[in-house]
């Protein structure tokens, strides 16, 4: 028991420490990508409207609730990896398999989110929860994790969901493949909240419109009951859900591929910071 409490302890001083770094990181480099290339980013702003300081500062300190959420959550992780009911492969990494897994888990938490963010839409569950990440009419960057304590704990609940699936079905995840989606899901989460569209004009019109730029989420938040995936467009297609006039709206602000020196640098900065992001776990021993 006293080596279980351990585990939990480090588990939660782990999973605050990762979840806050990359929610900064990943935030802080759009932001100032943002800032940097205002040229750039002025010509591909979405709305009209801004943001204010106290938007920001709702963003922020949410964000902060969620990430201690977020923790108490995963411990469900531990107990089960403890219990044997979700196995973590060590040893030697088989690249495409883990290739394949990343894939997988990418794939598997677009159709969760689609349809637990759908359900925060029903109306009682909207009042109750989802309302406050809506609060950010205009999102920014930091509104990645502005959620409620129940939205958060339902967003975290697919990690632990996911692994216990895999790990009865007899394919267990590697642990590098987990970190791997972890920084893809709050990068594209980042970018997605942007205000700023991030992806080249022709992008809907060629071979990988099914991936979602900026203008579908941020046109969620402007207009509401419309465009609730993540990282494709399959389910919002399929369902009937897609905005009729996302096309129309982004290529009213979509440019094609032109970068600035500022750009080039601040991607300089991105590249440097997610390396960091991906390594610091082995840095640290």
Do not use: C
């Not at 990440?133 to 958060?152: D, G, L, M, V």
């Not at 129309?248 to 600035?260: C, L, S, Y």
């Amino acid at each position: 028991m006293p080596d279980l409490l351990e585990k939990i302890i480090d588990h939660m001083f782990a999973a605050f420490t990762f979840d806050l770094g990359r929610y900064l990181i990943a935030a802080g480099l759009i932001s100032l990508i943002i800032w940097r290339a205002r040229k750039w980013s002025e010509a591909r702003r979405i709305q009209t409207r801004r943001a204010g300081f106290k938007d920001y500062k709702r963003e922020v300190l949410s964000s902060l609730r969620t990430v201690l959420v977020f923790g108490l959550t995963t411990i469900s992780t531990v107990l089960m990896v403890e219990a044997g009911w979700i196995s973590i492969p060590e040893g030697p990494i088989n690249w495409p398999i883990l290739i394949i897994q990343l894939l997988a888990m990418i794939v598997a938490h677009d159709a969760y989110f689609y349809w637990m963010h759908r359900g925060l839409h029903l109306k009682a569950m909207f009042r109750f929860s989802h309302l406050h990440h809506h609060k950010s009419r205009t999102p920014t960057p930091w509104a990645a994790y502005s959620f409620s304590s129940f939205e958060a704990m339902s967003e975290a609940a697919f990690v632990p969901a996911y692994l216990l699936m895999a790990s009865v079905l007899g394919a267990p995840t590697y642990g590098f493949a987990i970190f791997l989606f972890l920084a893809h899901m709050i990068l594209r989460n980042a970018i997605g909240h942007a205000g700023v569209e991030f992806f080249p004009a022709g992008w809907t019109r060629g071979p990988l419109n099914w991936i979602t730029t900026t203008t579908p989420h941020d046109l969620h938040h402007s207009e509401g009951n419309t465009n609730f995936g993540l990282y494709f467009t399959w389910w919002d297609r399929m369902m009937g859900t897609e905005h009729p006039h996302y096309e129309e709206r982004f290529n009213a602000v979509a440019k094609p591929i032109r970068a600035p020196v500022s750009v080039a640098a601040n991607a300089s900065i991105a590249s440097l910071s997610m390396l960091i992001i991906v390594t610091s776990p082995f840095i640290a021993g």
